[in-house]
């Protein structure tokens, strides 16, 4: 039934390597499942409430990328969405959190609609092959930042932005040795070296009294109080479609970047470097978004973490539903699932960044036209905390650099329309 499904040895796979795969993108993104919570609570949202909802909406969108796509992507509400709608709409703007999610809900039948029609689908085709490496390698930048900050290697430093923290400090120290670990299993082909590390990092924090046994049974809490609470009238008024098209365009170019990123990856690009059933995974994300919205969370979209999985052999869309039945079993495992520290996953997000910031040898060094740009998209997405700006940074250097070189006649019509909408976007909804 399983070949029949995920066609396993079509992609070179069996059910134990997509089994190993699905655990390790779940360890490396089980963060999400405390993390969501405690940041939408300051919205007034009930913290058990939200817990439920993102564990079911990564369920529902692992399991709809899994069966209907085939793609070995997790989902999940993203952090940076997350930022945005707990910091911006709610506690800056003033907007309620049940009109939040109806704006949530309505980018999502947005999303819909555009995949669809495939215009999602044209615009994602349309990247140069030299742009999508690099934003496998800003993504790549990205993670590790997040890492080294997550883990107290990397600190805030008001004169000089970062610096290095206490490095004899056990998080630092702790995912330091995960990293060094997991690349050592990498050298030597261990199977499921990514999780082994994760498994004995978080071991040795136990040891070290800073992991602590909080039990392994727990029932889920309620999730009525966000459960069909979002406001879709409310978020109908004139002054909120911007907020509609900020979650909108954001989701839509983190996930067309993940999707890149973990395809290319897996080798799962055709020989035209364009996504297979590319429209089935647009349709699985957007769909995990109103899912999302009508549980009681923010926007749900493509992981990165996945890449995790893939790098340990993860291929098909088992990989995303044993993910979702991970997150379905963190309902009643929470207590055990919040016994991962953050440093035990910052070594596997290092090691990813590792193998992402390869793609960059896949870059034409010598034609500066196309090596400039790359540039732009791989550092500003770690400098400035986002993968959305990053990309459209990218995409509006390289059309200005191509036009003052002279060579504007390689701009294809849909590089001119993305990069004039990332120039309206910076300028009118920074």
């Not at 978004?289 to 869309?317: C, N």
């Not at 250097?397 to 504007?408: L, T």
Request: hydrophobic fraction near 55%.
């Amino acid at each position: 039934m399983l070949e029949k499904i995920f066609k396993l040895s079509e992609h070179k796979t069996t059910v134990k390597t997509e089994v190993i795969a699905g655990m390790t993108t779940f360890l490396t993104m089980a963060y999400i499942i405390f993390v969501n919570p405690s940041m939408l609570s300051a919205t007034g949202m009930d913290s058990g409430a939200v817990f439920v909802a993102t564990c079911l909406a990564v369920a529902i969108g692992c399991f709809i990328m899994g069966f209907y796509a085939n793609y070995p992507v997790a989902l999940a509400p993203g952090m940076g969405l997350s930022a945005f709608f707990t910091y911006v709409v709610v506690l800056d703007m003033g907007y309620s959190w049940q009109i939040s999610l109806g704006a949530v809900f309505l980018s999502g039948v947005c999303f819909t609609t555009l995949s669809l029609f495939k215009i999602r689908e044209w615009i994602i085709n349309s990247i140069p092959m030299s742009m999508r490496h690099g934003i496998a390698a800003g993504i790549g930048l990205f993670l590790a930042l997040i890492a080294l900050e997550n883990s107290g290697i990397v600190i805030n430093n008001p004169a000089t932005l970062v610096s290095l923290g206490d490095m004899t400090a056990l998080p630092a120290a702790l995912a330091s040795l995960g990293f060094f670990l997991i690349i050592a299993l990498a050298h030597f082909r261990v199977k499921g070296g990514v999780m082994i590390a994760i498994l004995g990092v978080t071991f040795i924090g136990f040891l070290c009294g800073d992991v602590h046994y909080t039990g392994i049974i727990s029932l889920p809490p309620s999730i009525l109080p966000t459960f069909m609470q979002m406001d879709i009238a409310g978020a109908f008024n004139v002054s909120m479609i911007s907020i509609v098209f900020a979650f909108l365009f954001v989701d839509l170019f983190d996930t067309s970047g993940t999707l890149l990123a973990v395809a290319s990856k897996a080798n799962l690009l055709d020989e035209n470097g364009n996504l297979p059933r590319l429209k089935r995974a647009l349709l699985a994300d957007s769909g995990a978004s109103i899912a999302g919205a009508i549980l009681g969370t923010s926007t749900t979209t493509s992981y990165i973490e996945s890449v995790a999985g893939v790098a340990e052999g993860g291929r098909t869309g088992l990989t995303a539903v044993v993910v979702g039945v991970l997150f379905l079993f963190s309902l009643f495992l929470a207590p055990l699932a919040g016994m991962i520290p953050g440093y035990a996953t910052a070594g596997a997000l290092l090691y990813v960044a590792v193998l992402m910031v390869g793609s960059l040898k896949e870059i034409n060094w010598d034609d500066i036209t196309e090596a400039a740009p790359v540039v732009v998209v791989t550092i500003m997405m770690p400098l400035t905390y986002s993968i959305a700006n990053g990309i459209a940074l990218g995409f509006i250097s390289f059309a200005a650099i191509k036009i003052f070189c002279g060579r504007y006649k390689e701009l294809s019509s849909s590089v001119w329309f993305l990069a004039i909408l990332f120039l309206i976007k910076l300028i009118y909804f920074a």
